[in-house]
């Protein structure tokens, strides 16, 4: 009989361990992860630019290439970083963004620096790609079975 009771105690110990287990591993993977994206300079080389002195190409020796450049006219350049969160299956989140412009007067010497976070507004999309299809509302076996018969001589 006392083989049975002591199977029963350890068999109830391993199964609470296996519980405790579980409930770890569910709270873990509820954990969430942080990435860093993007460049920022530090204030330390922001402090060795000049307004109305520097250059675009002094600008690029002392902090490197910008993530990105004014489309339109060449005056502005934008250093960019963010932070984003995500929490288990869900999507990630932007917790925090920085935005260093410096902007150029028309001799291309700098006229501003300014820093922008979250704070100042919404989140910018910097680029948007979207590539336009000519397919339509066709699906695809319509698409598919559409080309049959549209070959000829000519084509081949």
Avoid at 8 to 28: E, H, K, P, Q
Avoid at 72 to 95: C, G, H, K, L
Wanted: hydrophobic share 45%; net charge negative; proline share 3%.
């Amino acid at each position: 009989m006392q083989t049975g009771s002591a199977f029963r105690i350890f068999a109830s110990r391993a199964l609470r361990l296996a519980g405790v287990a579980v409930v770890c591993t569910a709270l873990s993977a509820c954990s969430s992860l942080y990435s860093n994206h993007g460049y920022v300079p530090a204030q330390e080389d922001l402090d060795q630019i000049a307004v109305g002195v520097d250059t675009r190409s002094s600008v690029e020796e002392t902090l490197g290439a910008a993530a990105s450049s004014s489309v339109i006219n060449d005056n502005a350049m934008y250093f960019v970083r963010s932070r984003f969160r995500q929490t288990a299956f869900f999507e990630p989140e932007v917790v925090d963004r920085e935005v260093l412009a410096i902007s150029f007067d028309s001799n291309g010497i700098v006229a501003n620096v300014e820093r922008f976070g979250l704070e100042d507004g919404n989140v910018v999309p910097l680029a948007r790609r979207v590539t336009d299809t000519t397919v339509g509302d066709r699906s695809f076996l319509q698409q598919l079975f559409g080309n049959i018969g549209g070959f000829g001589p000519v084509g081949l």
